[in-house]
């Protein structure tokens, strides 16, 4: 298959229109509707995008994608990046949310988050000459069963080790160290775990895991620690970590503190609670 042909261009705000037929929001009949259905998405989460937008320009390494417009000259279809040029209108001219069907309320806030934003000049894109040949590529940044060819979204360990945060990984780390469990057995249990960090996040951080565990959060470099015996310790983490491998720890199954409280008391006898600093 021959390489798309695209252009990198520039464009001012006002020269890029919205899609009337996004997938995000499905058909709209204009731009104001366009803007309202964006909104609607969620609220807050536009807000924030305009306060970020306003607070950091836009990202450098993401470009519009563009298609020219049949219907008005020199002016272009934004066909992936909507989110972002609904809010760069309201920033540039916060106007825009009176043709919208948007409540009192809700155009007051546009409005007073677009308050002393500063332009931030012309906009980067890529220019496709058909939809056709854009949706190649917007299939690759947002399309799901792709086997590697697109983007992958980062899951919450990718997340925590960019950011720093080591409550789970180290703890994931504790119990490598220290289990007794044989190499097989580990290798399937960590898999596990490391597809559930946030049920495992859960049982660390609640009140009952506070209690049980003498959990300490990652609030320094040293990162997050355990008040209790290190031996009574590693014995109630692997049996959490083979609770979450079998199935029978989940976010369904133990959600609610009361539930973790439970599951704690409920331990084995030969683990038992301890309240061993």
């Known amino acids: 298959m021959p390489r798309l042909k695209t252009n990198k261009i520039e464009a001012e705000v006002d020269d890029l229109l919205l899609d009337l037929d996004n997938p995000r929001t499905g058909t709209v009949a204009?731009?104001?509707?366009a803007i309202e259905a964006v909104v609607k998405l969620n609220a807050q989460h536009f807000q924030n995008m305009m306060a970020s937008i306003?607070?950091?320009a836009l990202d450098p390494g993401d470009s519009f994608y563009v298609i020219s417009s049949d219907d008005e000259d020199d002016s272009y279809i934004v066909v992936d990046g909507n989110r972002r040029l609904a809010?760069?209108?309201v920033l540039s001219n916060p106007s825009f949310v009176q043709g919208t069907?948007?409540?009192e309320s809700s155009k007051r806030k546009l409005k007073d988050k677009a308050s002393g934003f500063l332009d931030i000049g012309s906009i980067?894109?890529?220019l496709f000459e058909s939809r056709a040949d854009a949706n190649e590529w917007i299939e690759r940044r947002h399309g799901k069963g792709l086997e590697g060819e697109g983007r992958i979204s980062w899951g919450t360990l990718e997340s925590e080790r960019?950011?720093?945060d080591r409550t789970v990984l180290d703890v994931i780390g504790f119990v490598e160290r220290n289990s007794v469990f044989s190499e097989a057995e580990w290798q399937r249990i960590k898999k596990s775990v490391e597809k559930?960090?946030?049920t495992l996040r859960r049982f660390l951080v609640s009140k009952p895991g506070r209690q049980f565990l003498g959990f300490v959060d990652s609030d320094n470099d040293n990162g997050p620690a355990f008040k209790r015996d290190p031996e009574y310790m590693i014995k109630v983490l692997s049996q959490i970590f083979v609770d979450i491998d079998s199935g029978e720890i989940t976010s369904r199954t133990y959600n609610k503190s009361s539930e973790i409280n439970d599951y704690f008391i409920e331990l084995p006898a030969d683990i038992g609670v301890s309240n061993q600093k």
């Open 162 to 164: 960019f950011q720093k």
């Open 124 to 126: 980067d894109c890529i």
């Open 196 to 198: 559930s960090p946030t």
């Open 101 to 103: 069907g948007l409540s």
């Open 30 to 33: 204009g731009q104001s509707e």
């Open 54 to 56: 306003k607070e950091n």
């Open 87 to 89: 809010a760069l209108k």
